[in-house]
């Protein structure tokens, strides 16, 4: 009785471990456990997929190193993982997930944690987890991609513009420094429209952001507004530095030839103006004072740049490209 009783709960145990193990060869994530001794007791399918390991049970018994030296191979930095390995075999806490970045392109997260003994007082081991990352990464990066830009002009939008301005403004608060806004809108940009189609429209929208793109400097900013209304920010700017820089796009955007229906075609920009602190320290008034004085440059017939007016001054500056 008691033989059969033994073989009874040694066969549940092995119906338990089999039922185990095909639960974790249908898991997508690499998972390797090691005894104390650091040998592998058990690896399932997903991890031989990740790393390359041809198929079987031809790991169980061997030494973390030798794995590593598989490992390795595929790794763009392989002393950085070595180190991190090092330094979580150190501790019994969980570790925290930890990137590995492979030659191929993809990206691998990892973490592990102690396995705990049947009566909490010692230790089984640690089970490590491995799972492939660069589907999740690279959806994740277009989602904040078409969260961030405009999908027409791949321009950054509206929001992201509003994210910068604020953190400029804080920035130059920190600083003592100053920020600029050139607030652009296009002269004639409405009849390219109404005369030709949308699609001629996009295609001015286009060429525009690219050309002007070329003519914005790397520490500045330039967005998509909506519609046909751009706007530039610069890090610690100058009222001179700014002035020249919506004379260069003002003569860009002026160059730029369009030919629709075997007509060409060409738009210009009305831009305000503002330097924050010097018209206001706060985002939304700063846009405002940019705008109000972009409508006086496009009321004195556009393609001109206007500053914006200070609170106890009249018109700072008014310029033309000519002059």
């Not at 604020?166 to 420094?177: K, S």
């Not at 109000?292 to 033309?320: H, I, Q």
Request: glycine content about 8%; charged content about 25%; overall charge negative.
């Amino acid at each position: 009785r008691a033989q059969a009783l033994s073989e009874h709960y040694l066969r549940r145990s092995n119906e338990e471990r089999s039922r185990l193990s095909a639960l974790l060869d249908v898991v997508r994530m690499g998972i390797l456990f090691m005894d104390t001794d650091r040998r592998v007791v058990y690896c399932n399918r997903a991890l031989f997929s990740i790393w390359g390991l041809p198929p079987g049970d031809g790991f169980v018994g061997v030494r973390d190193v030798v794995l590593q030296q598989h490992i390795v191979q595929f790794l763009e930095d392989p002393q950085a993982y070595q180190d991190h390995v090092a330094e979580v075999l150190k501790r019994h806490e969980p570790s925290e997930p930890f990137e590995i970045h492979c030659k191929d392109g993809r990206v691998v997260r990892e973490f592990s944690r102690v396995v705990p003994g049947p009566d909490g007082a010692g230790e089984l081991g640690r089970i490590w987890v491995f799972e492939d990352v660069t589907e999740q990464l690279r959806v994740a990066e277009q989602l904040m991609c078409l969260a961030e830009r405009d999908p027409l002009t791949n321009l950054y939008n509206r929001r992201r513009f509003h994210e910068e301005l604020e953190r400029m403004l804080a920035d130059a608060r920190r600083h003592g420094e100053s920020v600029g806004l050139l607030a652009i809108d296009l002269d004639g940009f409405k009849p390219v429209n109404d005369l030709y189609g949308h699609q001629a429209g996009d295609e001015v929208l286009i060429g525009l952001a690219h050309a002007v793109g070329a003519v914005v400097r790397r520490n500045e900013m330039f967005f998509r507004m909506g519609g046909d209304e751009f706007a530039i920010l610069v890090p610690i700017a100058t009222a001179q530095g700014l002035s020249e820089l919506a004379r260069r796009v003002c003569v860009c955007i002026a160059s730029l030839r369009f030919a629709f229906s075997g007509e060409s075609v060409t738009v210009t920009a009305s831009i305000g103006i503002a330097l924050g602190p010097r018209h206001d320290n706060d985002g939304e008034r700063l846009i405002g004072a940019a705008d109000r004085a972009m409508y006086v440059a496009k009321a004195l017939g556009g393609n001109c740049w206007e500053f914006a007016r200070e609170s106890n001054a009249g018109l700072l500056d008014r310029t033309s490209p000519a002059g």
